[in-house]
């Protein structure tokens, strides 16, 4: 009790630091949880509602096609999505209709790679590289694709994808274009157009 | 003058049609790829809301959406007794594949407040303004959907979707692949026979759909007078073909043909006696889908034949048969500006040719035309992420014109027929998304019922009930019945329940009701008097009521339990009349429920219907009055066994609690049993 006091007070500073990063940690927590949705790991529920938008468009995708799984290997998040979203696809994923998908990782320092493929889907923490990555999809016409619905909102994917709570599909009608991507009419009328 | 119309009309028919040639089009039923976005988005999509596509639970109507495993599971071959699940529709049987469906508490025979469309074109027929259910060619095994919309939906689909619409959807020869084929043999020594077989390819997709049913009437009893009538054994036969073809990744084109010819045993809608009818109809359909620079651009255009040969008079077996003709023309462009705004226009022709013939005493060739031409628009705003707002207009002017020739002294001459009618109708709905699993819906609409042809133009002169001469006239100046209904629905997910909460409330005023054939005195024709008969507008009525459903599924149990409540208020000459507030059963409850265990499907659907008054005749059809009921039970279900990936086989049966039930004052209905083979391949 006697060394008490002087503790308290010679504590004070640290007390109001450790308030001050307590909150800042709380504010970082609710600025990243409000920030979930758009940033979203893909998941194989998310990559099933993706390929699901494939026999939607007016030029049909069939037989085998490569599924390009753009990543940057310097983030080690957006590594582990980019693996686990090829552990999905190699362990027997089920496309729509007589689709065959073999999932393809292309790191973003080789974006030439894309070029094989006629799907992309972009995993989170590339925003650095959207123009990169936007700009090799238009030239090869390649449907992109992201969890990560800041790259559909800067028009630079195509579709944003999103499974839970509810399916919710954002689509870009300026990235589409861009890459002479189309859909059928009925489903722009069921997406969030952005 | 006829001329002038008849070339005014065509001449924008084939400016529809060239314009739906030239320009762009899309998203008609057969060509929405409903499977895929209903994969998709993990819901069924539905157009019968706004006319584009939309989520179910998005859907800014009173909807249900019965699924094909539903249908399946139902156990049932015939659409009507499919549609018994849905809360607030009310089904009669009058004889084995006779029925008459019933929308809120207003129950009529002849219902025609209730349009029903196959993929998209109408099989709701214009003569009486009602739907013959055991007519329409479809195959119960091609079927993805049953949508049902219950409110006025005039302002989407025209004039008699005053108090609902029905839409049955098929698997798309283009994006389907439905090949099956069932029989099924059962009690009343019924047979019936479907199959459906798709091609389809790069190059688009065909459907050929054919099937038949005989089976006997029930034996019940009848009144004396009904013996009188003949009464035939029920049949149907009917075949479909119906094909997409992709001309370029963004132009469909779409054609279909239908043929079908029915026997059945029901009530007369206007004199309440027993009959029979023999219904043949055909139809030939052509348009287009353009996914254009304008939008998605669609052209349905249809013809539409029936005649109808009814048995209803102790006139020695002779029948009277009616002819109708309709040709539809629609151009529809549907369009988003901006991202939040989605917009539909459509412009319509529409042609009905009505001839009547029957054991006439005084000869005469009536023949009704009505050419009607439509605008229509909807205006969805999608506020934000939980607001959505609908708006949708319809006005349409018709003209009406007598091309026949009638009798000299007949009430209503030729230039009494040739008038003009302007409506319109409108929807404004509001949809909020409160939480994820809450929503909740407001709305009204304004609907337009149109007096049938019969009801317009019908002539005969006859000896009726073989001594009555009589003098049956239809009624160019009818108006036309406006109904507007408000209504308010609330859904919720009950996660914890696997289930979902509906609660639906409404009220709707009728204006103008129209009533067939009422007595109007003497009318003196060569010189001879005769008994007249004319339709007449009696009044008005409202109703007030609403639902309650919760349905849900967990572990391979599935349940949908609901209670219905439509009570409704006539001015006493339409309770003389047609009497609504008397038929309307009040109180509906139903209980689904079904289980799945491996190979096995075990289903049963229990109802109760409370005692109503419907109008009945015992003399023949000189009077009718409101005989009351006691209510009823009823139960039906099915045990399904899979016998491997592509043969089913399973039991069935309907009105299964007695072996006779007395659901109204027509002969009571008879159990049902069939043991039904369907293979999938």
């Known amino acids: 009790m006697h060394n008490r006091q002087p503790l308290l007070k010679q504590n004070i500073p640290a007390r109001i630091y450790s308030l001050t990063r307590s909150a800042m940690m709380l504010a970082t927590g609710i600025i990243l949880l409000a920030a979930c949705p758009v940033c979203a790991a893909t998941d194989q529920a998310d990559l099933s509602v993706g390929m699901k938008t494939l026999p939607l468009l007016t030029t049909k995708i069939t037989g085998v096609a490569t599924l390009a799984i753009v990543y940057d290997p310097d983030n080690p998040t957006s590594k582990e999505e980019a693996d686990g979203i090829k552990a999905v696809l190699d362990s027997g994923f089920e496309a729509p209709g007589d689709l065959k998908l073999i999932g393809a990782l292309v790191p973003v320092g080789n974006l030439g790679k894309m070029a094989r493929s006629r799907i992309a889907i972009l995993t989170g923490g590339l925003s650095a590289y959207y123009d990169a990555i936007s700009a090799a999809a238009e030239n090869n016409s390649i449907l992109t694709m992201s969890t990560d619905l800041n790259c559909v909102k800067s028009n630079k994917c195509v579709l944003g994808i999103a499974s839970k709570p509810r399916v919710e599909i954002y689509f870009s009608k300026a990235a589409a274009d861009a890459a002479k991507i189309s859909f059928a009419e009925a489903f722009t009328m069921l997406v969030k157009l952005i | ?681």
């Open chain 2, 1 to 681: 003058m006829r001329t002038n119309h008849y070339c005014t009309s065509y001449f924008l028919a084939g400016l529809i049609s060239a314009a739906a040639l030239v320009a762009p089009c899309d998203a008609q039923a057969q060509t929405v790829d409903y499977g895929s976005l209903q994969s998709l988005f993990g819901e069924p999509i539905t157009t019968s809301a706004t006319g584009t596509p939309q989520k179910a639970s998005d859907a800014p109507a009173n909807m249900t959406i019965i699924t094909a495993d539903e249908i399946r599971q139902s156990g049932s071959r015939n659409i009507a007794q499919i549609l018994s699940r849905v809360p607030g529709l009310d089904v009669l049987q009058e004889g084995f594949n006779s029925f008459t469906v019933g929308v809120r508490g207003y129950q009529q025979l002849y219902q025609p407040r209730l349009l029903v469309l196959l993929d998209g074109r109408q099989v709701f027929i214009d003569d009486y303004s009602r739907t013959i259910w055991d007519n329409i060619p479809v195959n119960i095994d091609d079927i993805r959907q049953i949508e049902v919309v219950k409110g006025a939906s005039s302002a989407l689909f025209g004039s008699n979707a005053a108090g609902g619409v029905i839409n049955i959807v098929t698997y798309s020869p283009v994006y389907d692949k439905n090949n099956v084929a069932s029989a099924s043999l059962g009690t009343q020594q019924s047979l019936s026979e479907d199959a459906t077989i798709t091609e389809n390819g790069s190059w688009g997709g065909t459907k050929f759909s054919a099937g038949g049913l005989n089976a006997q009437e029930f034996g019940t009893p009848r009144l004396p007078f009904d013996d009188q009538i003949p009464s035939f054994d029920p049949q149907h036969q009917y075949f479909v073909n119906s094909s997409v073809f992709q001309l370029t990744p963004n132009l469909h084109a779409n054609t279909e043909a239908t043929y079908s010819n029915s026997t059945s045993n029901s009530i007369d809608g206007i004199t309440y006696v027993a009959g029979a009818q023999k219904t043949t109809t055909w139809s030939a359909r052509a348009g287009f889908d353009w996914q254009s620079p304008y939008g998605l651009i669609t052209s349905n255009n249809y013809y539409n034949h029936s005649f109808v040969n009814f048995f209803e008079f102790n006139n020695g077996g002779v029948p009277y048969g009616i002819t109708v003709g309709l040709l539809v023309s629609q151009l529809q462009d549907q369009f988003k500006i901006g991202t939040d705004h989605t917009f539909r226009v459509e412009l319509e022709y529409r042609h009905k040719n009505f001839t009547n013939t029957g054991a006439e005493v005084v000869p005469q060739t009536p023949e009704l035309s009505e050419n009607n031409y439509a605008v229509s628009g909807t205006w969805l705003w999608q506020v934000n992420d939980k607001l959505s707002w609908t708006n949708a207009m319809r006005v349409d002017h018709e003209q009406m014109d007598q091309i026949g020739t009638l009798a000299p002294g007949v009430f209503s001459t030729s230039a009494d027929y040739s008038h003009v009618n302007n409506t319109w109708s409108a929807n404004s709905d509001i949809v909020y998304k409160a939480t994820d699993s809450d929503s909740f819906r407001a709305g009204y609409g304004r609907g337009i019922q149109l007096p049938s042809l019969i009801q317009s133009g019908f002539d005969q002169i006859f000896i009726f009930d073989g001594f009555l001469p009589a003098d049956a006239e239809g009624n160019p100046h009818l108006k036309p019945t406006i109904v507007q209904d408000l209504g308010v629905d609330y859904d919720r997910k009950l996660a914890s329940l696997y289930s979902t909460l509906k609660l639906s409330t409404f009220y709707e005023y009728n204006q103008d009701i129209v009533a067939g054939l009422q007595a109007l005195g003497i009318q003196t024709i060569l010189g001879n008097p005769y008994f007249s008969f004319i339709s007449q507008n009696v009044g008005s009525s409202y109703g007030w009521g609403g639902e309650v459903q919760l349905k849900g599924s967990h572990g391979g149990f599935r349940w949908d339990a609901s209670y219905s409540l439509a009570r409704v208020v006539d001015q006493p000459f339409v309770a003389s009349t047609v009497d609504y507030q008397g038929s309307a059963p009040e109180h509906h409850f139903r209980l689904l429920f079904g289980y799945t265990t491996g190979p096995w499907d075990f289903d049963a659907n229990g109802q109760y219907v409370t005692p109503d008054k419907i109008l009945r005749s015992v003399d023949g059809g000189v009077t009718s009055s409101p005989i009351s009921t006691s209510g009823y039970e009823s139960l039906s279900g099915r045990i399904g066994y899979k016998v491997n990936d592509h043969i089913t086989l399973a039991l069935s049966g309907a009105n299964l609690a007695q072996t006779t039930t007395h659901e109204s004052p027509y002969p009571a209905v008879e159990r049902q049993v069939f043991l039904n083979l369907t293979g999938k391949f």
